[in-house]
């Protein structure tokens, strides 16, 4: 298997590791316009049906990334993240310094397990965005009684995924524990991946 070799960086307070799972919370109104673009609303309204502990600020999370690599050239994590244009790389450096940003660094990962987290995600690279499963979140959220989408069958590649379903798919494809379990991928919520990390639910 590869070896990974860790970088660093400097204050921040979460000791992120390859492979951790980041939680990006919206911290106030004044950035609807990019809770918008993520779709954050709708995750954020199933978010309030599931249990999913609130911060003191009143922000709510909106978005998962999967911590991928450290750049030795630039000094800057990377990560793979799901949204709208497809799956693709983004650069950690401003989401690692806001003060709700949440990881799972203390969830038992093996040197081999965070690789094969790392290739799952790549094989996703370019999969377009899941509207469908937004559209069903969204109708969790409201309890309406239409399905708007159904939960990927067992083994299942996903031909498009979200945000958070894209992490939850890469730990479940090689048998770490996750918000979904065994029973759900598709519809899982950056709501539920702060509760999986808060609670420390890969104890259950």
């Given amino acids: 298997m590869k070896r990974f070799a860790l970088g660093t960086l400097a204050g921040f307070v979460l000791g992120i590791a390859y492979v ?15 809770d918008l673009e993520w779709l954050g609303t709708a995750d954020r309204l199933t978010s309030a049906t599931s249990s999913v502990p609130v911060r003191e600020n009143g922000g709510s999370p909106n978005h998962v990334i999967i911590v991928h690599h450290y750049d030795t050239v630039t000094g800057r994590w990377i990560g793979i993240e799901g949204k709208p244009g497809g799956v693709g790389w983004c650069d950690l450096t401003d989401r690692l310094k806001a003060p ?16 094969l987290v790392a290739k799952a995600a790549e094989s996703l690279f370019g ?17 309406l009684w239409i399905r708007a989408a159904e939960e990927w069958p067992e083994d299942a ?35 539920h991946w702060d509760r999986f990390i808060m609670r420390e639910e890969w104890n259950s």
């Fill in 20 to 34: 951790s799972v980041l939680v990006k919370w919206l911290e106030s109104r004044t950035h609807e316009r990019l």
């Fill in 100 to 115: 709700l940003t949440n990881a799972n660094n203390r969830q038992p990962k093996t040197e081999d397990q965070r690789y």
């Fill in 127 to 143: 999969a377009p965005y899941d509207w469908s499963a937004i559209a069903e979140d969204a109708r969790i959220a409201t309890r």
């Fill in 157 to 191: 590649v996903p031909g498009q995924v979200v945000c958070s379903s894209f992490a939850d798919w890469a730990y479940e494809k090689v048998g770490l524990a996750n918000p979904g379990g065994l029973t759900q991928t598709r519809f899982t919520t950056p709501g």
